[in-house]
């Protein structure tokens, strides 16, 4: 990867075997990371990818398993500032984004454009928001995909599968939202007071978000004011058990 960075034009990496990693590595440079199958998986407490601002990284058929952001930082396996990240067919599982401020635990997304495409997000944590995305600004899609049992801390914890900040866009098309939780509101999707967020054609199924306020709750989307489209949608099972908690399957 720093040969890579050094090198003009956009590189290409690919995997002959899974990888133990032992710090982050920093994306400067245009790359693509093929991981033919295999994985990365950090071994001690940092996250797997750090893609610097102009750069486009696009990693496919990898697994990032077990990343952990240095604490208070956000983006456990993938963190792209002012970057373009596209994820295609991989697997990203049991990351984690801990500390006050931390959102994303598997993808953050800060101003930037991310794409995610034929994967699975599963089992990943942010103590913020975002247990599997989030999203400051910029553009989000993400298609054909698996969120699954994704969840928050309490700080606030909203947006146990994806989560928007700010004046951004996303675009969830034909996929699966399914088991995830935040401990406020948006257990599987939230949107921002100054976001647009599109869902279609998707499935919410067994989310929850748990806040006790009459205000919190939304267990498969929560719209906090932004422009919410929901069209062709499947939203089954979700709950909002807190005390006042509102909106089992939306609250707007």
Do not use: C, Y
């Amino acid at each position: 990867v720093a040969r890579a960075n050094r090198a003009d034009g956009q590189d290409v990496i690919r995997l002959g075997d899974s990888i133990d990693l032992r710090r982050q590595l920093v994306v400067s440079d245009d790359l693509v990371l093929d991981g033919n199958g295999h994985t990365l998986r950090a071994t001690s407490r940092d996250r797997i990818l750090d893609v610097r601002p102009g750069t486009t990284l696009r990693v496919e058929d990898v697994t990032l398993r077990g990343g952990r952001a240095p604490e208070g930082e956000s983006g456990g396996a993938i963190r792209g500032t002012e970057a373009t990240v596209r994820v295609v067919d991989s697997r990203l599982v049991g990351n984690r984004a801990e500390g006050e401020g931390a959102s994303g635990g598997a993808i953050m997304n800060d101003r930037g454009t991310l794409v995610v495409v034929g994967s699975r997000i599963r089992g990943n944590r942010a103590e913020r928001a975002g247990g599997g995305i989030e999203a400051n600004e910029g553009s989000t899609r993400v298609d054909d995909t698996l969120l699954k049992g994704n969840r928050t801390g309490a700080a606030p914890g909203n947006g146990g599968g994806l989560h928007l900040t700010g004046a951004g866009t996303v675009r969830v098309e034909d996929s699966r939202v399914i088991g995830n939780r935040a401990s406020a509101e948006g257990g599987g999707l939230w949107n921002s007071a100054t976001g647009e967020m599109t869902v279609t054609d998707t499935v919410l199924n067994r989310n929850v978000g748990s806040g006790a306020e009459a205000t919190n709750g939304g267990g498969a989307l929560f719209n906090d004011g932004g422009r919410m489209t929901v069209r062709g949608v499947s939203a089954t099972g979700n709950k909002a058990p807190g005390a006042a908690g509102s909106g089992g399957g939306l609250l707007n």
